[in-house]
């Protein structure tokens, strides 16, 4: 039997057809079970921080597992204990702040649901507010809560009805956005850079606005970093970035995906004592989250971005590839921060209004060449590749890019 009809019999077909069967991963290239390697321009969606089988990672995560495993929630360890300061540190947190470790992306806003959801609250029963605006165009994923904030029609629509009270406000509209957040809203979620609409950063001043709006209405600020986090855009958060996060800071913060490099992982940083303290004993739980091995792997992968200097590399290989992406004929609207970017291959405002297959095109063809990219959009193509990526690597796909865009395009007309 094929891996392919092994995988229609055995698998869920939520996510479609897998594009290859992997069977090794060293480095920045991956292997599928032809041995043909690919260079990972995708890293796992933005997860394999260090790339694949990095010692740091390996040897975190083997000796955890024979020092002290999994523990319950009962009781602590010196990893979970050590990541959250760390974690508090990078995040230039003051006194008071506080972390909760989940699982993944998800349950990391999940966490942050129910933080906002104790806003104002009084000291028993149910908080006096409810409401969530959220963004179009926004993704903060797919358990019911979350994908209650998520704003794609098609992932929503099939799970109706989902959780009430949540106000998607118009992208880059601050007029609108100042006048959906009033004293009934208990929060604003936002990502700094939309990762699945396309790397979409929002307009100068949105960020400052939500800032402002949800001071001024004792709401909170919610960033969700769970794909923009932990180095990915040349700071440790995308709203250290200067350009990106405009100075300010949020109330809460939300990471996930590139946080253990490749290991489960997903937290929940409350900025301050007063956001710290809106969740009490027993009010949330997890019988995973925290546990030593992500722990242990997590720790790893912030010495070594530290220890290696990869902020300011991600900072000079991301401004270094937007310039080679931008130089190439064919490509428009290339955007993005560090090693998190995006380029459209035909006109950006069709982009935006609609789902192309042109992308898709793109990305078969550059597999079949040897790369693995991501078609974000129906005319997007989205890189997010290992942090430790080189200029030399990535030439190796800018060189090959011209070529892949004309196949693609006229094969499209
Ligand atoms: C991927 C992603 C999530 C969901 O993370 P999972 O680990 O897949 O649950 C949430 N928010 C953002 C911004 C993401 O990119």
Same mark, same amino acid.
């Given at each position: 039997m094929s891996w392919q009809d092994d995988y229609a019999q055995t698998m869920l077909p939520v996510f479609g057809t897998p594009k290859a069967k992997l069977v090794a991963a060293r480095g920045c290239t991956v292997t599928d079970d032809a041995g043909k390697d690919y260079l990972d321009l995708l890293g796992g969606i933005a997860v394999n921080t260090l790339g694949h089988g990095h010692p740091a990672i390996t040897e975190a995560v083997t000796g955890q597992l024979s020092t002290i495993d999994h523990v319950s929630n009962f009781f602590t360890t010196?990893?979970?204990?050590?990541?959250?300061? $760390?974690?508090?540190?990078?995040?230039?947190?003051?006194?008071?702040?506080?972390?909760?470790?989940?699982?993944?992306?998800? +349950?990391?806003?999940? %966490?942050?649901?129910?933080? *906002?959801?104790?806003?104002?609250?009084? +000291?028993?029963? #149910?908080?006096?507010?409810?409401?969530?605006?959220?963004?179009?165009?926004?993704?903060?994923?797919?358990?019911?809560?979350?994908?209650?904030?998520? *704003? $794609?029609?098609?992932?929503?629509?099939?799970? %109706?009805?989902?959780?009430?009270?949540?106000?998607?406000?118009?992208?880059?509209?601050?007029?609108?956005?100042?006048?959906? =957040?009033?004293?009934?809203? %208990?929060a604003v979620i936002i990502e700094p850079i939309q990762g699945e609409r396309g790397v979409r950063l929002h307009p100068a001043g949105y960020l400052t606005a939500v800032r402002e709006a949800t001071r001024e209405a004792g709401a909170l600020m919610i960033l969700d970093?769970?794909?923009?986090?932990?180095?990915?855009?040349?700071?440790?958060?995308?709203?250290?970035?200067p350009e990106v996060g405009e100075g300010i800071t949020p109330d809460a913060i939300t990471v996930a995906k590139g946080l253990a490099g490749g290991i489960?992982?997903?937290?929940?940083? @409350?900025?301050?004592?007063?956001? #710290?303290?809106?969740? &009490?004993? &027993?009010?949330?739980?997890?019988?995973?989250?925290?546990?030593?091995?992500?722990?242990?792997?997590?720790?790893?992968?912030?010495?070594?971005? $530290?220890?290696?200097?990869?902020?300011?590399?991600?900072? +000079?290989?991301?401004?270094?590839? *937007?310039?080679?992406?931008?130089?190439?004929?064919?490509?428009?609207g290339a955007r993005g921060a560090g090693l998190l970017r995006s380029f459209a291959i035909t006109d950006p405002q069709q982009a935006d209004a609609g789902e192309l297959p042109v992308a898709q095109?793109? %990305?078969?063809?550059?597999? &079949?060449?040897?790369?693995?990219?991501?078609?974000? @959009?129906?005319?997007?193509?989205?890189?997010?590749?290992?942090?430790?990526?080189?200029? =030399?690597?990535?030439?190796d796909f800018i060189d090959a890019l011209p070529a892949l865009i004309a196949e693609t395009v006229k094969a499209q007309s």
């Open positions: 010196d990893p979970q204990l050590n990541l959250a300061s $760390k974690l508090l540190e990078i995040a230039g947190a003051p006194a008071g702040s506080q972390v909760f470790f989940a699982n993944s992306g998800t +349950e990391a806003n999940e %966490a942050a649901i129910k933080l *906002a959801r104790r806003v104002g609250a009084p +000291e028993a029963g #149910s908080s006096g507010r409810s409401r969530i605006i959220a963004v179009d165009g926004a993704f903060h994923g797919r358990t019911i809560g979350a994908l209650s904030l998520t *704003a $794609k029609e098609a992932y929503r629509a099939p799970f %109706a009805p989902l959780m009430p009270e949540v106000t998607h406000v118009p992208f880059g509209d601050t007029d609108a956005l100042r006048a959906a =957040v009033d004293d009934t809203v %208990a970093e769970v794909q923009t986090g932990i180095g990915r855009t040349g700071h440790w958060f995308a709203f250290q970035h489960p992982i997903g937290g929940l940083i @409350t900025i301050g004592e007063k956001v #710290s303290a809106l969740l &009490g004993a &027993g009010q949330h739980g997890t019988t995973f989250g925290g546990n030593p091995v992500s722990a242990a792997a997590a720790l790893a992968v912030l010495d070594t971005i $530290k220890t290696d200097g990869l902020l300011a590399h991600v900072r +000079e290989t991301g401004d270094w590839l *937007a310039e080679q992406l931008t130089a190439i004929p064919g490509i428009t095109a793109l %990305a078969a063809a550059a597999q &079949g060449a040897g790369f693995i990219i991501n078609p974000v @959009t129906g005319d997007r193509i989205r890189l997010a590749p290992p942090l430790i990526i080189t200029p =030399v690597q990535l030439q």
